[in-house]
């Protein structure tokens, strides 16, 4: 990979430098010529992403000494050095104080530019590093909604907008694109934090036996194994903030209580006939698109009206690409905390795999790949194996059993175990969800420990 970047040209000789600025410039590099070192000395700071080609044999100040001087401002700027036949010697021993490398006249032109190629990819990712361990010192643990890209900072400034006006919030995005941290800076941004609870419920993890007691809590003896009274999810969310992620999965005898609730703000428990005030800010937050009736499916038009007053959209992580070395850090800073480990510099495999890869799990599968690469898990964490390793032998029916049973893993870890969000993404029934479990022989508890 060609690697455009900037050269400092220090040389004496006025047509080799010209000869040789040509060649760097034809392979789209920019040349910054000197006739002498000092001139350079003066150029140069810890804030240069380029590199050095000086040659050793100039008046004044030489090339060794200049290389000296250089390794004073910034030891990690590559420094390549020219020399003559005579020079040689001295050039290994440049070398082994810290000399990127050296290059004997004559020389071809293919020799200087494949080591100021490797240089500059040299030097890109010492920068690199370097940006992302200041912005890993600056990111604080709870810092919300990372990124500078247009989109974010929209989001953030209509979140601060509307933090402390009480009106329900519909969030919509991906799975693992950072809902509720949207819903969690609602409540942190606004006079709710000091007043009440953020409390956060996933409609698609309890089934519906379970969820209208976790919401609307109950009385005691409201049903066989009710002993003593509970306090639901939304009374004890008064006065603050009550998220309800995965909305869409919420059983439809459920969602008519919910309606009332949210249009007279009051709570009545399971197994109670009284009803009580709450003051409820709520924040749902659905996988799909709400607004079209053919995703909506069974969810209450009127439910869906009631809540989008104000409707947010989180962009997925694809669509906002020049937010993950940022987030990355602070993942990676975050990591190294929680392992008591130091942490790592990037390496070009692994800025590659940044840019390259679409991230279909969005924030969520940056902080877990952020995870492996603290852990020194690099090549596990950036190896895909393709379609052509997988075995293709056997019968017809052998090699889609092996299939279905690799798409099922590959899905169960994308959502780290989520038994809603995998049969959502398979497009399957739960009970053939299980079904393909029990068959294959795979246990969804090994992805959720993954997770963990």
Not at 77 to 95: C, E, F, N, R
Not at 333 to 357: C, E, Q, W
Request: aromatic content about 6%.
């Amino acid at each position: 990979m060609t690697m455009i970047g900037t050269v400092y040209l220090v040389d004496d000789d006025s047509q080799l430098r010209k000869a040789m600025r040509q060649t760097l410039e034809l392979e789209g590099m920019t040349v910054m010529p000197f006739p002498r070192a000092e001139q350079a000395l003066e150029a140069l700071s810890t804030d240069f992403d380029g590199i050095v080609i000086t040659d050793v044999r100039m008046p004044g100040m030489d090339g060794l000494q200049f290389f000296e001087r250089v390794r004073e401002i910034d030891a990690d700027l590559p420094v390549i050095l020219i020399t003559g036949h005579g020079d040689v010697p001295m050039a290994v021993a440049a070398l082994h104080n810290g000399a990127y490398d050296f290059i004997s006249k004559p020389f071809p032109a293919e020799r200087m530019v494949e080591s100021a190629r490797r240089a500059l990819e040299k030097r890109h990712l010492v920068m690199e590093n370097r940006a992302l361990k200041r912005v890993a010192l600056q990111a604080e643990d709870d810092l919300p909604l990372i990124g500078q890209t247009p989109a974010m900072e929209r989001l953030r400034n209509t979140l601060r907008h509307i933090a402390d006006t009480d009106v329900d919030v519909l969030v919509a995005g991906e799975t693992g694109s950072g809902k509720e941290v949207v819903a969690t800076a609602l409540h942190r941004w606004s006079k709710r934090r000091a007043q009440g609870n953020f409390v956060a419920l996933n409609c698609g993890a309890l089934p519906e036996t379970v969820i209208e007691s976790e919401l609307f809590g109950h009385e005691a003896g409201a049903f066989t194994g009710a002993q003593k009274k509970r306090v639901g999810r939304i009374e004890h969310s008064s006065a603050g903030t009550l998220f309800l992620d995965e909305i869409e999965s919420m059983p439809p005898a459920v969602q008519v209580r919910m309606l009332r609730v949210l249009e007279m703000r009051k709570v009545s428990p399971v197994g109670s006939n009284e009803e009580r005030a709450v003051d409820i800010r709520v924040v749902a937050a659905a996988k799909v698109d709400l607004g079209d009736p053919l995703l909506r499916g069974d969810f209450r038009d009127d439910l869906y009206y009631r809540l989008n007053v104000v409707t947010l959209s989180i962009p997925p992580l694809r669509e906002r690409k020049a937010d993950i070395p940022l987030l990355f850090s602070h993942f990676v800073k975050k990591a190294s905390t929680r392992f008591g480990m130091p942490v790592p510099s990037i390496t070009s495999t692994v800025s590659r795999y940044l840019n390259d890869h679409d991230w279909p799990g969005n924030v969520r599968e940056l902080g877990h790949f952020a995870e492996r690469i603290v852990l020194g898990l690099e090549g596990a964490a950036t190896d895909k194996p393709s379609a052509d390793a997988r075995v293709t032998s056997g019968t017809l029916s052998e090699r889609m059993d092996r299939e279905e049973a690799q798409i099922i893993r590959e899905t169960l870890e994308k959502f780290d175990g989520d038994v809603a969000g995998t049969i959502g993404a398979l497009g399957i029934a739960r009970k053939t969800f299980y079904d393909k479990l029990q068959r294959h022989n795979i246990s969804r508890t090994d992805y959720v420990q993954k997770a963990s």
